[in-house]
């Protein structure tokens, strides 16, 4: 995948708490600096939008001639009208064009804002700049409240074809007696812990105390072996020879990388934990837009289900 030296586009990570804005700048899909800010108290559309406007030009602060935007966003989303078809969150986005509003505020064409997938930016971000570069087979995994996917051969995201679960999604695959997000989610350490200690604690602080608390550690480790294990049936068809993962759970990789990797060692896949960390959907939403995509905005919506992994 290659970048000119492009003018620099603004690009947007919409998380489940926050969102995040930056320049990116073609070459090497530089970042400017990543400003955040958390939703807006008022749960309206109006005012969401007001806060990706106001973001967008702090953010922008200092460059000149600036594109458009790229907006890495959870699903469902219709990214062919720039729809939000969310319902489980965000819901009173749930049927707003926010192509055509963010557009109207920043005096754009609305063909000047485009929308992709997190989880797809996730691994377009490692490819471009980060530790999927190079690699003709990779797959990306965000781990959180939700595990999110996505898959590419080449460097070109793949939501079909050999190995490629249906829309590029792992979450709702079946395993042991429910679906793999059941397993391998920050739910499952927390409802780990719980079973075993009868204390509910958040992942944060089960990660903090994992070097003096044995069920701390084991909730860990349990998610590591899940992970493990849904990894190497999800993807064995697919054969990746890398596959990043990230998300905020990744802070504790020494605590759960061990045991999804002895889970992985006789394939010739090789897990990675990302190098762009909370960077890697921005430059992703950079790689899209500087080479000529929308985030496979040819996908139906019912290919962008997963919940976000925020």
């Keep these: ?163 490629v679960p249906h829309g590029g999604e792992i979450w709702n695959l079946p395993y042991e007696e429910g679906i793999i997000e059941d397993s391998v989610s920050s739910r499952a350490i927390r409802s780990s812990y719980e079973r075993h200690t009868g204390v509910a604690r958040e992942v944060v602080e089960l990660a903090a105390a994992a070097a003096v608390d044995v069920a701390a550690a084991e909730a860990f480790a349990e998610f590591g072996r899940h992970l493990g294990i849904a990894l190497r049936g999800a993807l064995a068809m697919f054969a990746p020879q890398v596959v990043v993962l990230g998300g905020g759970i990744c802070r504790s990789e020494q605590l759960f990388l061990p045991a999804a990797q002895h889970e992985l060692e006789d394939l010739d896949t090789q897990l990675r934990i990302s190098a762009l960390l909370d960077d890697a959907p921005l430059v992703g939403a950079g790689v899209a837009w500087f080479n000529g995509s929308n985030g496979l905005s040819r996908d139906s919506i019912a290919d962008s289900t997963q919940p976000d992994a925020d």
């Design 1 to 163: 995948m290659t970048a000119g030296l492009e003018k620099p586009v603004l690009v947007y990570d919409i998380g489940g708490s926050h969102i995040s804005a930056a320049i990116c700048i073609g070459d090497a899909y530089r970042l400017g600096r990543v400003v955040s800010v958390l939703h807006p108290p008022q749960q309206t559309s109006e005012a969401f939008v007001r806060a990706l406007h106001a973001l967008g030009i702090e953010a922008a602060d200092g460059f000149q001639n600036v594109q458009g935007a790229a907006l890495a966003v959870p699903g469902p989303f219709d990214f062919a009208a720039g729809v939000s078809m969310m319902r489980h969150k965000l819901p009173y986005l749930y049927g707003i064009d926010l192509r055509m509003k963010l557009a109207e505020r920043f005096g754009w064409q609305p063909t000047q804002v485009r929308f992709l997938l997190d989880a797809r930016a996730f691994l377009l971000g490692e490819i471009g700049a980060g530790a999927a570069r190079g690699v003709a087979r990779a797959a990306g995994i965000t781990l959180g409240t939700g595990i999110g996917s996505a898959f590419a051969v080449n460097g070109s995201l793949v939501t079909e074809g050999h190995g």
